[in-house]
């Protein structure tokens, strides 16, 4: 079975271009989330999806990042207008959508955005 | 203060060593801790987990939560070559999300 998969690995842009994020999540799994490590920083928490419903955006920096789960399939992440501080490495992860206990976040292996 | 703290290294052991890895936590209200690997260039990948407080064995790896302290702790024995990358602790959030320390860089030589 295929694992959580990101595109680009990575890019590199301009500040004031956008660019657009994409994660296909493993097969069947329902809750899908992003996250970001700025250089220097932790792994940081941006929003979760339960299929294409978005469950909590409160870790979205502000309203420049828009993320979309159409048919709560793949995933994308939409950055416009990309600033410098926008610079790191988002990850997505996905899992199952338990009713209790744990659920393991199976992570992609991330795309390194760089703002020039 | 920071929910998580964790002290991002790096430490170099030599092969065989026992690792000691390291959280501090501030939310008492967390109940599920996590380890994470990361190799360069990749994505973490789980190593552990642990409800509520109490010690979890996985061959060469033990976790330990003291919640009392809030404080969590991951040993590897017989550490090995290929241990080598960063290890990560993470607490889930009452939203299901993942709060992260810093990492810690680990290496081991042969």
């Known amino acids: 079975e295929a694992g959580v998969t990101q595109f680009p690995s990575h890019s590199v842009i301009e500040k004031g271009q956008t660019v657009t994020l994409r994660c296909d999540p493993i097969?069947?799994?329902?809750?899908l989330y992003w996250y970001r490590r700025v250089m220097g920083k932790e792994i940081k928490f941006l929003l979760h999806?339960?299929?294409?419903?978005?469950?909590?955006e409160s870790g979205m920096p502000n309203n420049r990042f828009l993320a979309e789960r159409t048919g709560g399939t793949y995933s994308t992440l939409k950055v416009q207008p990309a600033e410098l501080e926008d610079s790191g490495v988002y990850f997505c992860?996905?899992?199952?959508?338990?009713?209790?206990?744990?659920?393991?976040?199976?992570f992609g292996p991330g795309t390194r955005l760089t703002v020039l | 203060q920071k929910e998580v703290e964790q002290d991002p290294g790096p430490l170099s052991v030599p092969e065989g060593a026992i690792v000691s890895l390291n959280c501090t936590y501030s939310?008492?209200?967390?109940?599920?801790f996590m380890w994470y690997r990361q190799y360069s260039r990749k994505g973490p990948e789980l190593l552990m987990y642990?409800?509520?407080?109490g010690n979890k064995e996985d061959g060469r790896f033990t976790a330990q939560v003291d919640k009392s302290s809030k404080y969590i702790s991951l040993f590897i024995r017989d550490s090995q070559p290929s241990d080598s990358a960063t290890y990560l602790c993470?607490?889930?959030?009452?939203?299901?999300?993942?709060?992260f320390g810093k990492g810690t860089k680990l290496s081991v030589k042969p």
């Open positions: 999806f339960v299929k294409e419903s978005k469950q909590d």
């Open positions: 993470a607490m889930r959030g009452s939203q299901g999300n993942l709060i």
């Open positions: 642990t409800y509520s407080s």
């Open positions: 097969s069947g799994h329902d809750n």
């Open positions: 992860a996905s899992s199952h959508l338990g009713t209790g206990g744990y659920n393991e976040q199976f």
């Open positions: 939310n008492s209200a967390f109940q599920y």
